[in-house]
């Protein structure tokens, strides 16, 4: 019997970006749009399908239904072949990490293809990843050509997840939940698109080495490491020849009664750069560095350090008390509100407008009766901020630039819907 995973899933990266940025976890939730680029035709270079399909059948056989997960899949090669190349399905796409992890074989991944492992002065590197939801995974970090569409990206660091013939998870990266199977990941892989290039920016390349990100593993055992930007896990977008300055992510809608088994939708490369991925009459949400995003006001209280993420499973924001939603008895995850709730805030960024929203909350168990991997309504708390997880994208087109490019709208890194 097909069932959904009822853990939260929110795998915003813990890691300090460009040395000012932490991000952390916060909710979402929305239908409506007025932005369609119209890509539901034949696939272009720059547009990648996607599907809320509950993941991996191994996975849903193990652990159920992956709940408002979006997947995808990518092409790996060795660097410089055109022939030694394995594609990965079922990768989650998640616009709030950063960086292509992929789940070896040795953890029940689909990753069989041998790929060079990165090193510092001829000592492997293995890479620590934790999440805002306290997991964590681990492996080496590789170097691979990366495919996607018809874009291509050369020679990128990628994270290899769980290879059992790799060093040991060192102590200082271990937290409560280890992630590095294919039970726990629910994936196959991550594919981190947002708003950063690197996956830890100048945090880990100067200074001294933290603990619980890299690490330099010689026989004797893994010591943390800096590493330079260069060599750390990296957006794949970010180095596509063209189409690089970010991505949208476009779903159909999805209601609180009419949840779906399945779900199809685009994810488009590029944000101005061809007829297909204008930015039109979205409004831009610039990310706030020293907040970590934008700012939500809900009952006159400013809420700052909103972000938009597919890979939340849910919406997730502040908590009981001041929402006025029960926690469902089964799990302290998720709100399990009487009935259908419906919510009034408004987003702002620094400078800008202010932006209406309006999203609905429903019971959490109810919405979660059938086999369902596509379901709108579902969220949890999360006190002091909010975080726009994939329910959000149902029915609108979400647009995530990156750091350090130029893109229609102004000032990048931002969030644009």
């Not at 069989?112 to 970090?141: K, N």
């Not at 809608?253 to 061809?274: E, N, R």
């Amino acid at each position: 019997m097909l069932f959904a995973r009822t853990e939260p899933l929110r795998r915003a990266l813990m890691f300090c970006l460009c040395g000012s940025l932490a991000l952390a976890v916060g909710c979402g939730g929305g239908s409506n749009n007025s932005n369609s680029n119209n890509n539901n035709g034949t696939p272009t270079q720059n547009t990648q399908p996607i599907a809320v399909n509950g993941g991996p059948p191994a996975a849903i056989a193990m652990s159920g239904i992956y709940l408002n997960g979006a997947f995808t899949s990518v092409t790996v090669c060795v660097p410089g072949s055109a022939t030694s190349c394995q594609t990965i399905d079922n990768v989650l796409v998640d616009t709030g990490s950063f960086g292509l992890r992929l789940l070896s074989s040795s953890s029940q991944g689909e990753l069989t293809l041998a790929l060079p492992t990165a090193s510092i002065s001829g000592v492997p590197i293995g890479e620590c990843t934790q999440f805002a939801d306290t997991s964590f995974i681990w492996g080496p970090v590789a170097i691979a050509d990366v495919k996607i569409a018809g874009e291509q990206a050369s020679s990128v660091p990628v994270h290899v997840v769980g290879d059992t013939s790799f060093a040991s998870v060192p102590s200082t990266c271990s937290t409560s939940i280890d992630d590095d199977s294919l039970a726990k990941l629910g994936a196959n892989g991550i594919l981190g698109v947002g708003n950063f290039q690197q996956d830890c920016g100048s945090f880990c390349s100067t200074g001294t080495a933290p603990t619980g990100f890299y690490y330099q593993c010689p026989a004797s055992g893994c010591v943390p490491t800096l590493v330079s930007l260069t060599q750390q896990v990296q957006n794949p977008v970010g180095l596509f020849a063209t189409d690089n300055n970010g991505v949208i992510v476009e779903l159909p809608a999805v209601t609180l009664t009419s949840p779906q088994p399945t779900l199809t939708g685009s994810m488009i490369f590029g944000i101005g750069t061809q007829a297909d991925n204008a930015l039109g009459s979205a409004t831009v949400f610039p990310v706030d560095l020293s907040s970590g995003g934008f700012t939500t006001t809900y009952n006159n209280v400013a809420y700052t350090g909103s972000f938009i993420d597919s890979g939340s499973n849910g919406l997730f924001f502040l908590d009981a008390t001041t929402t006025g939603m029960p926690i469902c008895t089964d799990t302290s995850f998720w709100y399990c509100p009487a009935s259908t709730t419906q919510f009034n805030v408004t987003n702002q960024a620094t400078g800008g407008s202010p932006h209406a929203l309006t999203f609905s909350v429903g019971n959490f168990d109810q919405l979660i009766a059938g086999p369902n991997a596509a379901v709108n309504g579902t969220a949890g708390p999360n006190a002091g901020f909010f975080d726009f997880g994939l329910p959000f994208f149902y029915g609108r087109n979400v647009y995530t630039s990156i750091d350090g490019t130029t893109a229609p709208g102004g000032q990048t890194p931002y969030w644009a819907y």
